[in-house]
């Protein structure tokens, strides 16, 4: 069910991919909502990925843009505006990518090219955006801006890696540039931690099923989906949520306040009396 919840709202929607891509399904509910918005990626992967479809849906237009090239971003911000017909009332930042991960590198062996390149694309990137938005002045009042996090920038989590100081850092910069652009120009800036989530680029990481099978024994309402997620920054992009800003919001099923549930401990106790198990040290 549709609220018009961004009835005449514009905005720039980065990282969809796929069907499974959360920002793929932001960008279907900002439609439904009303929203008109223009299309982002890397022109790597627009083509490996489904993109033209979402904007023929959307009636979106895609323009490509490395997030992580000032003169990349400048241009996506003016075509945008000049697209969409004036300024920007909502961007979803979901870009997230290390080498490290991939090339199964552990955090106490990490590539150093690859650390600087994850922290770039994951985290730097969105102070890129953030600050030619500024200085393009193309975000308009009570705009509000969204990137996507995970609790390991807080939590020490088994193979999240490289990634978990990138997540850290991404939510530092929506704190401080937070700060300046409320001062400012009552603009809002929020990260969403999101549940573990079986996108296209999360089904590749090792112990991915493991994980999201802990987490939904551990919270209280289970794992949030990615549709969840986009109905959640939905909401974040709307007028609901004005004086919302500076915070790491967990859309977990509360995950984040748990130290251990019912299910978990079952789970742990059945390994424990396991006869046939082989010892853990």
């Given amino acids: 069910m549709a609220y018009n919840l961004l009835k005449g709202k514009k905005g720039i929607i980065f990282g969809a991919l796929d069907d499974k891509s959360i920002a793929w399904k ?21 083509r490996f990925g489904e993109i033209d479809q979402l904007a023929k849906k959307c009636n979106a237009s895609v323009i490509p843009a490395d997030a992580t090239s000032i003169a990349d971003l400048e241009n996506l911000v003016s075509k945008s505006m000049e697209i969409l017909g004036g300024k920007i009332d909502f961007i979803l930042h979901s870009i997230g990518m290390s080498m490290n991960v991939r090339k199964k590198r552990v955090y106490n062996d990490l590539h150093y090219d690859f650390f600087q390149k994850t922290l770039d694309i994951s985290a730097l990137s969105f102070h890129k955006l953030l600050q030619t938005c500024y200085k393009l002045d193309a975000i308009s009042e009570w ?8 609790i390991a920038s807080q939590r020490t989590l088994y193979g999240y890696n490289d990634m978990a100081d990138a997540k850290a850092l991404l939510e530092s910069i929506s704190r401080s540039f937070g700060y300046i652009y409320g001062r400012e120009k009552r603009i809002r800036v929020n990260t969403i931690s999101q549940s573990p989530t079986l996108t296209t680029a999360g089904s590749g990481v090792k112990g991915i099923d493991g994980l999201m099978d802990f987490t939904e024994r551990m919270s209280p309402l289970g794992n949030a989906t990615a549709e969840e997620c986009a109905d959640f920054t939905i909401v974040m992009f709307s007028d609901l949520s004005k004086k919302v800003t500076m915070q ?34």
Avoid: Q, W
């Avoid at 967990?250 to 059945?270: C, E, I, Q, V």
């Fill in 248 to 281: 790491n919001i967990y859309h977990d099923g509360g995950f984040s306040s748990m130290g251990m549930s019912l299910k978990a401990m079952r789970m742990y106790t059945r390994s424990l009396d396991c006869e046939e198990c082989p010892p853990v040290d």
């Fill in 143 to 150: 705009g509000s801006v969204v990137a996507l996090s995970y």
């Fill in 26 to 46: 932001v960008a279907e509910k900002s439609y439904d909502e009303g929203a008109i918005f223009t299309l982002t990626n890397t022109p790597a992967a627009m």
